[in-house]
């Protein structure tokens, strides 16, 4: 992944605020770099379905880079992501993904230019929970619009945490 310093980047601002101080970069992902998506089976998924597309050149889905994966890994001292960890390094909140608790790596075939930064803080939730929770993001974060997805090969769908059974409420 390089990044191109000064080259736009259209983004809504719905999406710009989800990068830490509206701030992000250009990426240009090349052939065979990875990348990583988390998901929960059934409630958000790998790629968005025709119905769910209403501009494919304007909607897009967040992806992470192999940095972001590894410094998951790295914080959880193994193999798996415990929600909670992953949870706050990515932001999440509950309600867009309730179990954090399948991985998809996808190697990129094609080049694709993607929004790239840091990401912004989230409340934990903000649907009958404490908004007063913050998770404080800071991970990176890759933007990737729906038309460039199909530059993309899954190489590999998996469990991530041995224990995805388990609710990752927080109790106070």
């Known amino acids: 992944m390089k990044i191109l310093r ?3 980047f259209d983004l ?29 089976p059934n409630h958000n998924f790998v790629f968005k379905t025709p119905e769910d597309v209403k501009n494919p050149d304007t909607e897009g889905m967040f992806w992470l880079d192999h940095f972001t994966y590894e410094s998951l890994i790295r914080a959880n001292q193994g193999e798996y ?3 909670m960890t992953g949870r706050a390094m990515l932001a999440v909140k509950e309600e867009w993904n309730p179990l954090m608790s399948r991985i998809v790596t996808a190697r990129v075939v094609s080049e694709i230019r993607a929004a790239y930064g840091y990401i912004k803080w989230q409340p934990l939730t903000s649907v009958g929970g404490d908004s007063n929770v913050i998770l404080m993001g800071g991970g ?8 460039d997805l199909s530059n993309i090969t899954i190489i590999s769908d998996r469990d991530i ?7 990752t409420q927080l109790r106070f």
């Open 81 to 83: 992501i415990r929600g």
């Open 140 to 147: 990176a974060q890759l933007y990737i619009m729906v038309r």
């Open 12 to 40: 809504d601002r719905n999406t710009t605020e989800t990068f830490r101080y509206n701030r992000f970069e250009t990426a240009l992902l090349e052939p065979g770099d990875l990348i990583y998506r988390i998901y929960t």
């Open 161 to 167: 945490r041995p224990e995805a059974k388990v609710t």
């Open 6 to 8: 000064n080259v736009p």
